[in-house]
């Protein structure tokens, strides 16, 4: 059992169990046990975080080193996480319960994502924009300030590093308010960022709870932008004082993804790619498959198939060699996803597979829950509408290419979709029509730290990865030089 309480850092100020501090306890899915503990950030350390972070910002030299000394920095930190992959990736298991094999490659991802903004920074080139008379001009891309990134517990470190380089790649100060359910990767990323060379109070992290230290966070003066990946709901909440605010924001939401079958796909790979669509990471993803479409005239030997194989779905330990799926993150969502499947049933869904815990050992104080496959609800029901972010898998039958264009669509998110099919035109055809920030065809839940992230609709406003997550943590400025030959005049 973790005994030791880990405190945190606003720049050189640490914050330690001393006074009336409280703790966050981490809880490891997997058995219940305790997976750390950090000291629990307070409205007052907003207050002292904002201060710092701008001091930093204005006093240090970072925004203002060349960009090739910039990369050099955040090169050297993807560099560091990869030097502690395998102890980083261990910390990621207990606390969020992923197995270890996803959070060695989540890992991997976020060194990724320093190196890729790295080379962009290096590289990034402003724009010079066409005369249009005596003068010569520009558009600089300019860093906010202080910028607050609000991460989700599914992927910790990747999702923290996913805001967190680029942010600083674009010159801003950072302060990263992890999820409270795991706390402790964004204490090992801000520890790792500046014995990398990062100048202190650039980057800061405050464990702390939303209601509490993230409200104040958005709603601080001092803080000039905000990005967020969470629930719809709370991204609304947030998107509402910005608004308020006048400041810009980054919204990943939430989504409940088609997942296509045509009769004309190779079926074993579509049925192969459809369960992990949804069953890796025991379905808590944002771009989740959690809404499968399938032609009616395959229907039946698609779920067949599906069913059989779901049931031979190796649910372990996160650390076991053999696991498929491990636990959920806590017991609380544990409960939600099984309400749901609660409430699948009472509007007549029939369970082909799952919808139970596991009681017998080593599962019974674990976080489990069983991969499930409904079947018999249309897309109109509850349990095909709203976000599960579960192991569970909502089966629809379709005519043709209109009508499940219409049913994919029949929805107010809008993160992925994904599609299987022998036939490129309609591929393309479909692609064009969903609604969805990302599209995948005869393959799913592929992605790439050059290729931008985001929804439409309910799903989020802006985009991540790529160019454009580095315009999305800078301001515009433009500056024109005037080449007049003689005095101006009214």
């Keep these: 059992m973790a005994t030791t309480v880990k405190p945190f850092l606003i720049g050189s100020i640490v914050r330690d169990t001393s006074g009336n501090a409280g703790v966050i306890t ?35 030299p970072w925004r203002k080193l060349r960009p090739d000394q910039r990369a050099s920095i955040l090169f050297e930190i993807g560099r560091r996480i990869l030097a502690e992959r395998e102890s980083l990736a261990r910390l990621q298991m207990l606390d969020s319960g992923k197995p270890y094999k996803e959070c060695m490659n989540m890992v991997t991802s976020a060194a990724s994502y320093f190196r890729y903004y790295a080379s962009v920074c290096e590289t990034w080139q402003n724009e010079v924009t066409s005369p249009r008379g005596e003068y010569f001009s520009m558009a600089l891309a300019e860093p906010y300030g202080v910028v607050a990134c609000i991460t989700p517990w599914n992927s910790p470190i990747m999702n923290e590093a996913q805001k967190a380089a680029p942010a600083l790649a674009a010159g801003n100060a950072v302060i990263i308010k992890p999820s409270e359910e795991t706390p402790q990767l964004a ?53 509402a004082i910005a608004g308020q605010r006048l400041i810009p924001v980054g919204l990943e939401l939430g989504g409940k993804s088609p997942h296509i079958v045509f ?61 498929q799926m491990g636990p959920l993150v806590s017991a609380a969502h544990r409960d939600k996803v099984a309400a749901c499947v609660d409430l699948a049933r009472s509007e007549g869904g029939s369970i082909l597979v799952g919808g139970n815990m596991p009681s017998e050992q080593p599962f019974d104080k674990g976080m489990f829950y069983m991969p499930t496959i409904v079947d018999g609800l249309s897309n109109a029901s509850r349990s095909a509408q709203e976000e599960i972010f579960g192991p569970v898998l909502v089966a629809i039958p379709f005519e043709d290419e209109a009508d499940v264009v219409a049913q994919a669509n029949d929805t107010v998110f809008g993160l992925a979709a994904g599609m299987w099919t022998g036939d490129y035109a309609r591929a ?62 009214l």
């Design 26 to 60: 981490s809880i490891n899915p997997a058995d219940g046990s305790i997976a750390g503990q950090v000291v629990r950030a307070t409205p007052e350390d907003v207050d002292t975080a904002v201060r710092v972070a701008w001091d930093a910002f204005r006093n240090k």
């Design 187 to 239: 204490l090992e990323l801000v520890r790792i960022c500046t014995e990398a060379g990062l100048p202190e109070g650039l980057l800061i992290a405050l464990p702390g709870y939303g209601e509490d230290v993230g409200a104040a966070l958005v709603k601080h003066p001092g803080v000039r932008m905000v990005s967020f990946t969470g629930g719809t709901e709370t991204g609304r909440a947030i998107g």
């Design 263 to 323: 009769e004309d796909a190779d079926l074993d790979r579509a049925v192969a790619g459809v369960m992990s669509g949804i069953f890796g990471s025991a379905g808590q993803s944002c771009v989740a498959g959690s809404r499968l479409f399938v032609q009616k005239s395959v229907y039946k030997k698609v779920l067949d198939d599906l069913a059989a194989r779901t049931r031979e779905i190796r649910v372990r330990l996160p650390d076991d060699p053999e696991v």
């Design 428 to 489: 393309w055809r479909v692609a064009r029509e969903i609604e969805a920030g990302s599209v995948w065809i005869n393959t799913y839940k592929q992605s790439h730290i050059a290729t931008p992230f985001g929804g439409f609709k309910d799903s989020g406003i802006g985009r991540e990865k790529g160019l454009h997550g580095l315009r999305l943590y800078s301001q515009v400025k433009s500056v024109f030089f005037g080449m007049h030959e003689k005095s101006m005049s």
